[in-house]
Nanobody, 127 residues
């Protein structure tokens, strides 16, 4: 059974930092693509960051580039999202998602390309 469990969300002030974790099980982690997505109330789910666990290549959406960093510990089957210089507009439920397919660059932040999802963790940034 595939499981993705996010943790690390919380309430921070503008300019603060958080590190989210996504612990994965039930599939071959080092042959997977992992994405972080977020969804704010009334908005569509948005792709934030991506990592290919085969070669550690990463990609970040323009909205978070330079502030967020995705990384992976293949020994722990865990992906991290380090979020710095947080802004109120970063407030959302953050989800990690996984697929065992090797996604093309155009597909890395498309939620429809992912097969497995975690339950989400709330991130709230106060102004």
């Amino acid at each position: 059974e595939v499981q993705l469990v996010e943790s690390g969300g919380g309430l921070v002030h503008t300019g603060g930092s958080l590190r989210l974790s996504c612990a994965a099980s039930g599939f071959t982690f080092d042959e997977s693509d992992i994405g972080w997505f977020r969804q704010a109330p009334g908005k569509e789910r948005e792709g934030v960051s991506f990592i290919n666990n085969r070669d550690s290549s990463t990609y970040h959406a323009n909205s978070v580039k330079g502030r967020f960093t995705i990384s992976s510990d293949n020994a722990k089957n865990t992906v991290y999202l380090q979020m710095n210089v947080l802004k109120p507009e970063d407030t959302a439920v953050y989800y990690c998602a996984a697929t065992i397919r090797d996604l093309t660059p155009a597909a890395t932040l498309d939620p429809d390309e992912y097969d497995y999802w975690g339950q989400g963790t709330q991130v709230t940034v106060s102004s």
